[in-house]
């Protein structure tokens, strides 16, 4: 099946630098990828889709200046946490959705940052 | 807009219990609706689907079938196992992926 890679799978960082999680499908071209993130105990929360080579789609209240995504190929994208706060602490997930047609994500493991 | 509603957890079962775990929905249009699990410390798996109206989901002995009359797309299970232990979430996808809050399951033997 469809397999989706999240790298780093932990990190952790000072407050005030920025950290980029990447996202990979393996082996399926994936034109559209979800970040989503979630908290302890709660459901996942959608941040933003990206559509390869052009501008990602913010939810309300995520800040794209923070969150910045980059959707290069059909196989990547990348999230980038600027200027990390304790706040921004979270499991981070991606997901990917193939050009197969059909309405269905293959989530990435995720990646749980904590910033100190 | 789109969004689902969970049951709320934790639900605690006896193994070879039936499980239910309820969701509702709402949506524009006709969206598509999944159960995923996410077992401790893995990502979210995709459990089961149904595409349309009327359609019965199922897999590993779970089944949810998707009421539209009612927007419900409940989950079950008539005999659950320790290894069923796990958060399950109900999501559905109509341009994007919504998910409900997630119900946790433990099974005790």
């Known amino acids: 099946g469809a397999v989706v890679s999240q790298h780093p799978s932990w990190v952790i960082c000072k407050s005030g630098t920025s950290v980029k999680i990447e996202c990979r499908s393996l082996?399926?071209?994936?034109?559209?990828m979800f970040w989503y993130r979630q908290f302890p105990k709660q459901s996942l929360m959608l941040m933003a889709t990206s559509n390869e080579g052009s501008k990602a789609t913010y939810e309300q209240g995520v800040e794209k200046d923070k969150f910045l995504i980059n959707h290069a190929s059909l196989t990547l994208s990348t999230l980038t946490v600027t200027s990390a706060h304790p706040e921004d602490s979270s499991f981070y997930i991606c997901s990917a959705y193939g050009t197969g047609g059909f309405y269905e994500q293959y989530f990435g493991p995720g990646t749980r940052l904590t910033v100190t | 807009g789109n969004s689902v509603t969970q049951m709320e957890g934790p639900v605690t079962l006896s193994e070879e219990a039936f499980l239910t775990i309820n969701c509702t929905y709402t949506?524009?249009?006709?969206?598509?609706l999944f159960w995923y699990v996410q077992y401790p410390g893995e990502g979210l798996q995709l459990l089961l689907k149904a595409t349309k109206a009327d359609d019965k989901g199922s897999n590993k002995g779970f089944e949810a079938t998707y009421r539209k009359e009612t927007t419900s797309f409940h989950l079950e299970k008539g005999s659950v196992q320790v290894s069923d232990s796990a958060v399950y979430f109900c999501a559905l996808f109509n341009n994007d992926m919504r998910f409900g809050a997630g119900t946790r399951l433990t099974v005790k033997p």
């Open positions: 082996d399926f071209q994936a034109t559209t």
């Open positions: 949506a524009t249009g006709y969206p598509s």
